[in-house]
């Protein structure tokens, strides 16, 4: 059957909880995986998500900041949360899918904004948790999708500039380079690239900082949806939600929806 799956960086899901109300209403997904959700998982809004039909939710929230959470209209099997971060840091959690398709959803560190881990200790912690995902990949065996804020564009189209962004972390050639490895350990599939293919500019992330994101449009493409191989000929549409950029009080990044037939 087709399960659509969606990944959105809400940047607190208390405080925005209106626009994914009006996200779940509009779109439907089957299952949403939200990052940055900044919430304790005692605290977590479940009301909102047992009213629209979302009866199985998986946390894992932090505080203050970071946290991940997977909900779903459809039954999931367990969950598991692995800290790449090495920290403690609530950063990632993998569901199964009826059927045995594991679903991982995971925030990787922004990394600071200095691309040299001897003075940037952040970027160091963002370098070392890919590495160790790189390493988690390499022995995957089932079918898998992963998504989530990846926070790094690899390509010259994911960027709005990309000789202007060399030097800025999101698009450095180190992270690129380490990124990489990790689609390489598995063969993942960049699932927006599969259906929005590059020279086409495609973003994900406007700062705050622009007054106006559509005329500026200095975006990068930050949030990620990447398969297993196997998976590859399942996905039959993908979109990306840029109208929610506006609703609101917004997050800084769109949501994503893949389609998949399983």
């Given at each position: 059957m087709p ?5 959105w ?21 089957d ?29 894992n ?29 609530a ?13 991982e ?26 590495e ?19 926070n ?33 350990s ?6 927006a ?14 700062s ?6 559509r ?5 990068r ?26 609703w ?6 769109i ?8």
């Amino acid at each position: 059957m087709p399960v659509r799956i969606a990944t959105w960086n809400i940047n607190s899901v208390r405080a925005r909880a209106d626009i994914v109300e009006q996200f779940l209403r509009d779109h439907q997904p089957d299952i949403l995986c939200l990052q940055e959700t900044k919430v304790a998982n005692d605290v977590f809004p479940h009301g909102m998500f047992e009213a629209r039909g979302y009866q199985h939710r998986f946390l894992n929230g932090q505080r203050m900041h970071h946290g991940v959470a997977t909900i779903s209209r459809v039954p999931l099997d367990g969950a598991w949360r692995y800290d790449w971060q090495d920290n403690g840091e609530a950063r990632h959690i993998g569901v199964r899918l009826p059927g045995g398709v594991l679903v991982e959803n995971v925030y990787v560190p922004a990394g600071g904004d200095v691309a040299d881990r001897t003075v940037n200790p952040k970027f160091g912690q963002k370098l070392d948790f890919l590495e160790r995902m790189t390493a988690w990949s390499a022995d995957l065996t089932d079918p898998a999708v992963i998504v989530g804020d990846f926070n790094v564009a690899p390509l010259e189209c994911d960027v709005w500039n990309h000789k202007a962004l060399l030097d800025v972390v999101s698009h450095t050639p180190i992270e690129i380079e380490a990124l990489a490895r990790f689609q390489q350990s598995h063969g993942w599939i960049d699932l927006a690239r599969h259906f929005v293919p590059e020279p086409e500019k495609f973003f994900t992330w406007w700062s705050y900082r622009n007054n106006d994101w559509r005329a500026s449009d200095r975006g990068r493409r930050l949030d990620h949806v990447w398969c297993s191989p196997a998976l590859a000929p399942a996905a039959t549409a993908f979109e990306a939600v840029r109208d929610a950029r506006d609703w609101g009080k917004p997050s800084d990044h769109i949501p994503q929806i893949v389609t998949l037939a399983l």
